[in-house]
Each structure stands twice: as structure tokens, then as C-alpha cells.
């Protein structure tokens, strides 16, 4: 007995709305094909399971090459992305688990404008004062070596303002750790970044753990959040030749992706510098540490998703949530309900540092030609007219942002592919324009760019006495397919302020 058309196609309707609900439930995120393909495919850990071609509509796998391949409009909707099983999108998974989240701030005036909301020296401040720790490891500077970390053992509340601030470099605290036990001290607060929490905690915790049986002394472990660290052998020369004196500097912070360097602690940075121009003088360590947010910690502490002069502040464990609500019901510091905006902005540094792990050489595809099977010709002559491909609409192939960098004198040109397709071959022109004529022309070829994926371009600017000359630029962009996708002059200044 054959089944009534009519209810197939009902069936097979509820099951298109089905896919179709859950598909808009999940739009929005802009986790794109595109980023499936930076993140999974190219770095070589694509498992070939195929799940992004099963639940999406415009990819499908290809078989020859071994990974997807968009047959129509990427939309960017999250489907393939967050369905693959080698992307890290679980929030558990990105920041660890935690009781309860906070935004604090000191509430000691001492301890004000030290380092961001001063939430840990201040949470020291209440151990000490209410007799619940006999000490604290933390890293102090070195006096007889600006600005080098020195782990030390501390055992009052005046020491713990005097070593608020954060160094930028691994320091050894746990063998101040140790040396704390063997001098008898039985409750120890121990301050560090994921690293070493991780260190104490398989010290505390695993089977063949120095301290997992050891009943003498009790560890708080308060986790410092942390995305780089530097080598102080390598930076601070390249400090020191840039102009600065060590000596001088009183703090230092990372906000907004920039390293800032300060001689004044209520001023302006007397230097800044991007993340990505110090990059060569982070620690190799660093490029496969996984954990932003010290999951292992107690107490976890960071400025990432506070805002200016505060603290994100997670309670891991219940003794962590009780000394936090306690140190602010006592005066210490202030505290305030967490949310998903503050949220947000930690699982996305959180995720930069997950995908580190994949941070392997990519591997090779081979494709095997039978020789049996005829080729077809590698050059096909079409008509005009067929060659040619209608233009999208009046929708932007690209979306372009400019900045100027003042320092470096550089014009910083962000393009992202914004139409939902490959864009293959894509020429970038970038030239100044003055009147009738161009000069110092900029050309090169993108191999592809997919959807949603952004390139930053820096052009550099003529200067004269140190000044920017300003100048209009032309940025143009076209590929063999569409032609010319994007054609803008920018006008940097005024003409009279040439």
C-alpha cells in the first residue's frame, strides 16, 4: 500500500519547518562558512565528518579535496560553525565553570587607581584583616631590576598594597609557594595566572600531587586573567631603545588591545603599543596555553568586560563566592550583578585563546587523477555575453573602515567580504591621489576571501617633519568575475590643511 502523496508532502513540510525554525533561532551570530574554514578546514584539524554539509543548505562535501564547499549565498547564520565538533562555542568550555559572577572594585582608598578595580589587592587586605590566611604568594618588582617579577611571601596587609600592579612576565610563585609550607604557614592565599593555578592545582589534586596529602596547609588560589605573557629579556631593551626609562614607569596595562605604559598613575600613557607589534616578544608558552580566565582558581580576577577602573570578578568554588560577598558586605570592595554584556566580551577573548590549541601545521590533500578517465579541456571559450555575471543587486561586495595610525604614520584599511560569497583572486589598489595624478601605488591579490572574513591593510603615509601629509587615497578592489567590487577616495583632511 503506497502512501498518500498528499501526506508526504505534509510530512516532509513539518520537517522543512522544523529545520527552518531552529536555522532562525540560531541566525545572527555571523559565525560564517567562512570562519569554519580559517579556524577548522585550513588549520588541518577538520575531522571530515561532513556535519556542516548535512545541516546546510547551500554547502555541500566534496569529496576530491575533502572538506565543504559553498554551492550558493553564505548568510552566516551559525549553522555549519557551531554544529562542528572541533569549534569551542560552549561557554563552559571557554571560560570554565563558576557560582557566580561579578563586577568589583576596590573600596580601600589606599588601593585606588593601583591596577584596574583593584579587586585583588583588596581581597588580600580582607584575609589578612580577618585572620583567615597566614600569608600570600604573590609577585612583586624586583627592586635591584625595574619591572622584573620576583615571587615573595607576604604576611601583612601593608605588603599586600605595596605589590599591586600586574608584570607582564612569568614569575616562579610557586616555589615561593613551597617555600611558604616548609616555614610553617598553614593557610595561604597563593596569587598567579592560569599557568601556575594550573601548576598548584594538579599539586593539590592529583594522584601523584605533592600536595594532594598533604594536611598541614590550605591553598586559596586566586587566578589572574591572562592572554600573553613576555619574555622581560627580550621587551624591556626593546622598551628601553624605544625611549623609555624603566625606572620611570609606574604602571603598565593591556586595555582594548593595546599595552599601555605609564610614568604617572592618574595620567595619560606615555607609550602605547598594539598587541600584535609586541607579539614577537611573547613567551612561545603562550601560543598553546588554552585558558584565558584561571578555570582551576578559587577566585578568578581580570579587567576583560568591566570597563574602566573595575574588575570581572568569577567565584569558582563556594569558599571563593563567601570571601567575595563577605569582603564587600565588610567594606573592602564593591560588587555588582554580572550580565550577558559584560559575558560576552570574556568568551570572546576566551574563544582566541581555545583556538590556540590548533595551532599545528595544516595538513596535505592529495588528489589522484585516474589516468583511464578523459580530461576535460583546462580552457573553455564561453559567448560575451555568458561570461559575464550580473552584479548582486545594489548589496556591497565589501564593507571598508579606515583609521590612522599616527604613530606608525599608517593608514589602516579593514575590508571584510560582506556579500555572502567566495570572492576568489581579489585585486586591492590603494594610491594617493593629488589632482590629475596618483603616486605611490599599492597592488596585490587576495586569494580568497570568504564571507564575513575581514583583511587589514596597512598603507603607509609621507610625513614630513614628523607630520602626516595628508593626501586623498583611492582604494579599489575587483576580481575576473564580478569586475570592480569596491571603488572609494577617501579624503583624509581638509585640503588646506596640506
Not at 232 to 251: R, S, W
Not at 386 to 412: H, M, T, W, Y
Not at 450 to 463: A, W
Amino acid at each position: 500500500m503506497t502512501e498518500n502523496p498528499t501526506e508526504q508532502e505534509s510530512e516532509s513540510t513539518q520537517y522543512d519547518y522544523s529545520f527552518d525554525y531552529i536555522q532562525k533561532k540560531l541566525e545572527g551570530k555571523k559565525d560564517s562558512y567562512g570562519m569554519l574554514m580559517k579556524e577548522i578546514v585550513r588549520a588541518g584539524i577538520c575531522t571530515e565528518c561532513g556535519t556542516c554539509a548535512a545541516v546546510c543548505p547551500v554547502l555541500e562535501w566534496d569529496h576530491l579535496t575533502g572538506q565543504p564547499k559553498l554551492i550558493g549565498k553564505c548568510t552566516g547564520c551559525g549553522i555549519c560553525y557551531n554544529q562542528c565538533p572541533r569549534t569551542i562555542t560552549d561557554p563552559i568550555q571557554l571560560m570554565g565553570e563558576f557560582k557566580t559572577g561579578y563586577v568589583s572594585n576596590t573600596n580601600i582608598p589606599e588601593v585606588i587607581g593601583a591596577q584596574d578595580g583593584g579587586t585583588v589587592t583588596s581581597l588580600l587586605c580582607y584575609l589578612f584583616d580577618e585572620h583567615l590566611i597566614d600569608a600570600a604568594v604573590v609577585s612583586m618588582k624586583d627592586p635591584n631590576n625595574p619591572w622584573h617579577p620576583v615571587a615573595q611571601i607576604i604576611t601583612n596587609k601593608d605588603d599586600a598594597i605595596k605589590a599591586a600592579g600586574s608584570i607582564y612576565c612569568h614569575s616562579q610563585t610557586v616555589e615561593a609557594l613551597m617555600d611558604a609550607i616548609r616555614e610553617g604557614y598553614r593557610s595561604i592565599a597563593f596569587v598567579g595566572t592560569p599557568c601556575n593555578i594550573d601548576a598548584v592545582d594538579k599539586m593539590t589534586s592529583s594522584p601523584a600531587g605533592m600536595l594532594k596529602y598533604f594536611m598541614r596547609a590550605h591553598v586559596l588560589k586566586i587566578g589572574l586573567f591572562c592572554m600573553d605573557s613576555f619574555s622581560p629579556e627580550a621587551i624591556y631593551p626593546f622598551f628601553e631603545q624605544d625611549g623609555i626609562d624603566l625606572t620611570k614607569v609606574v604602571k603598565m596595562d593591556i586595555n582594548k588591545g593595546k599595552f599601555h605604559i605609564y610614568y604617572d598613575h592618574d595620567g595619560e600613557p606615555i607609550k602605547s603599543y598594539t598587541i600584535k607589534q609586541l607579539d614577537k616578544f611573547k613567551s612561545s608558552s603562550c601560543n598553546f596555553c588554552t585558558d584565558l580566565t584561571a578555570e582551576n582558581a578559587d577566585i578568578s580576577v581580570g579587567s576583560v568586560g568591566s570597563g574602566p577602573k573595575k574588575n570581572t570578578a568569577f567565584a569558582r568554588t563556594g569558599i571563593g563566592a563567601e570571601i567575595i560577598e563577605d569582603a564587600a558586605s565588610k567594606g573592602y570592595i564593591k560588587i555588582e550583578s554580572y550580565n550577558a554584556i559584560n559575558l560576552n566580551a570574556v568568551l570572546f577573548l576566551a574563544k582566541l585563546k581555545k583556538v590556540s590549541q590548533y595551532n599545528i601545521q595544516k595538513r596535505k590533500v592529495f588528489i589522484v587523477k585516474d589516468s583511464k578517465t578523459q580530461s576535460e579541456p583546462k580552457v573553455e571559450t564561453k559567448p560575451e555575453a555568458e561570461q559575464a555575471v550580473k552584479p548582486l543587486g545594489s548589496r556591497k561586495f565589501l564593507s571598508v573602515k579606515k583609521s590612522i595610525n599616527e604613530e606608525d604614520v599608517v593608514l589602516n584599511i579593514s575590508l571584510t567580504n560582506s556579500v555572502g560569497y567566495l570572492l576568489e583572486d581579489l585585486k586591492i589598489r590603494i594610491v594617493i591621489v593629488e589632482e590629475l595624478f596618483e603616486k605611490k601605488p599599492w597592488i596585490t591579490t587576495i586569494r580568497e576571501l570568504f564571507p564575513y572574513e575581514t583583511i587589514e591593510i596597512g598603507y603607509p603615509l609621507e610625513t614630513v617633519n614628523n607630520d602626516i601629509v595628508y593626501s586623498n587615497v583611492l582604494v579599489e578592489a575587483s576580481t575576473e568575475k564580478f569586475g570592480k567590487v569596491f571603488s572609494k577616495t577617501y579624503k583624509l583632511a581638509p585640503q588646506e590643511e596640506k
